[in-house]
């Protein structure tokens, strides 16, 4: 039988290797591939407050394009709008950071495109489509200009004011808040429109506005965190977005005393160009009625 004498130091030489070529490999995986891989992901939130008679309606939801940054230039960004048409959706909600500062803390992180553009870009989608800015629309003085160019397309962009919306012939209100950490949120302002109990979707930037919210809207929808960007077996590793809410918020469903909000991971990057783990995502959730405590399927 052969005998294999490996000395310590070249142990650990070898592991070293090893380790290096793993985190080069992840690298280049987090860089190169993750950030490209879109994935449609389907979601059912079932509530007591979504009416028995009303029909389930379909809403496709995108965040944090930021457009500009290295894996998303305009023409991902027309990809990403054929990706949302397919889904068919009754409606399309954004949920802001359509643009990518590129402040000091994101240096590493590209340019930005400009609000012109990406007004042009989101003009192709067909469903009536609902929107707020976040913080990068924000951050460098562009939020009027994006917020005018999206209005002029027909996207209804919402900042402390609500919207109304028919689905098969019955009724329901949009709203949406200013965004959390460069504007003035006001959630019972957004309501003051709301003149009937028709269900109410909010949209908020961020999922630190979920503590403003009553339960009054049946789901609150959200994107900002972009789920960490870097997370292993699915716990982020640390936050690419300052947010003042607890990890609980930083993906996916959450139920809270009495209120519902689902959080996206976002398309684009921020702060660091990678993605591991977290793949971009497109979400269609569908809403219908459930009998008793809400469910998130
Ligand atoms: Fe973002």
Known sequence: MAEYNISRRKFLRMTGAFSGAAA??????????????????HHILQTPKWPAHY???????????HAGCPSVDLARLKAEVVTINAQGGDAVCLLGDFM?????????????????????????ITAPTFAVLGNHDWKEGRGGALTGALNDKGIIVLENTSAQFEHEGQGLWLNGLA??????????????????????????HDPTSF???????????????HGGQVAVL??????????????????????????????????????????????????????EHALNAPRFI
């Open 24 to 41: 080069l490999t992840g690298g280049v995986y987090a860089y190169h591939i993750e950030p490209s891989m879109t994935v449609v992901r």
């Open 55 to 65: 029909a389930p309606m379909n809403i496709t939801i995108a965040s944090d394009f």
């Open 100 to 124: 990518n500062s590129v402040h000091s803390n994101n240096y590493y992180n590209g340019g930005t495109c400009m609000p012109d553009e990406i007004a042009g870009v989101m003009s192709d």
């Open 179 to 204: 965004d959390e950490t460069t504007r003035l949120p006001d959630y019972q302002k957004s309501l003051s429109d709301v003149f009937n109990d028709d269900p109410l979707i909010c949209l908020a």
């Open 211 to 225: 503590w403003r919210i009553d339960d009054r809207a049946l789901v609150t929808l959200s994107g900002h965190t």
């Open 234 to 287: 699915g716990t982020p590793l640390w936050r690419p977005s300052d947010y003042r809410a607890p990890s609980a918020y930083n993906r996916g469903y959450v139920h809270e005393a009495g209120k519902d909000l689902f959080v996206t991971s976002g398309i684009g990057t921020s702060k660091i160009p990678l993605r591991f783990g977290v793949r971009p995502e497109i979400v269609n959730l569908t809403i």
